[in-house]
Nanobody, 121 residues
Framework: QVQLVESGGGSVQAGGSLRLSCTAP????MAWFRRPPGKEREGVAS????????NYADSVKGRFTISRTNAKNTVYLQMNSLKPEDTAMYYC??????????????????WGQGTQVTVSS
């Protein structure tokens, strides 16, 4: 059982910033997904195991940055210029396969428990 440990959620006013962290027990392709209230889960950002390639949802491009520190098996999501529509439960995901599928959630085997992000206007 691969356990992902997330941290960094919270409440912030619009325009503010938060940084989410996710620690895995090894090196995997990683991603962040989110589920806004009353909506389906959606992909936010993903990164390959070697950190060379990233993908972003159009709604967060230019505002969010995904990065990783493999020495710590940790992936980060830096979220700037937050908007009320970014309010959601954010989930970290890890994929153990060799191939990288970006923001295709079915390709990720392991999921964190989620961390809440609330942005007020």
């Amino acid at each position: 059982q691969v356990q992902l440990v997330e941290s960094g959620g919270g409440s912030v006013q619009a325009g503010g910033s938060l940084r989410l962290s996710c620690t895995a027990p090894g090196i995997y392709h990683m991603a962040w997904f989110r589920r806004p209230p009353g909506k389906e889960r959606e992909g936010v950002a993903s990164i390959t195991a070697d950190g060379r390639n990233t993908n972003y949802a159009d709604s967060v491009k230019g505002r969010f940055t995904i990065s990783r520190t493999n020495a710590k098996n940790t992936v980060y999501l830096q979220m700037n210029s937050l908007k009320p529509e970014d309010t959601a439960m954010y989930y970290c995901a890890a994929g153990s396969g060799l191939n990288y599928y970006g923001l295709v959630d079915s390709r990720y085997n392991y999921w964190g428990q989620g961390t809440q992000v609330t942005v007020s206007s």
